[in-house]
């Protein structure tokens, strides 16, 4: 599982309770009468990740550098960790070995999008 994956944090809001919409009813089916049930009240919680980081600059010229900086940072962090797999998938189809190269790239995709267990 992806390392980015791993890090999905969810952080309660302090002291705020949200109305929760009652659903609205199924617009394939009609109905001669339609009742709403009162809405429920739940909790906030901001759910996510949050990448890059923190730089001082002495010069405005030199954000450029640090957008730069933290592009290359960033992209390491979310696809370094698949960057084997794909040699591996490379030097499979550099052989020929399609059946290497196939179970590679599913092993790659797993590892990227396979759910939570």
Do not use: W
Not at 24 to 39: F, H, Q, R, T
């Amino acid at each position: 599982m992806s390392k980015l994956i791993d890090m999905i944090k969810a952080k309660q809001y302090e002291n705020s309770r949200h109305c929760i919409p009652a659903k609205l009813p199924n617009l394939l089916s009609i109905k001669e009468d339609i009742s709403c049930p009162a809405p429920e009240y739940g909790y906030k919680y901001s759910i996510g990740v949050t990448l890059g980081f923190d730089k001082i600059v002495l010069r405005s010229d030199e954000v450029e550098t640090a957008k730069t900086q933290a592009r290359r940072q960033i992209r390491e962090f979310v696809f370094g960790e698949f960057r084997q797999m794909a040699f591996d998938i490379e030097e499979a189809l550099y052989r020929r070995d399609i059946d290497d190269a196939r179970i590679a790239l599913h092993s790659l995709l797993e590892a990227m999008l396979g759910e939570e267990k």
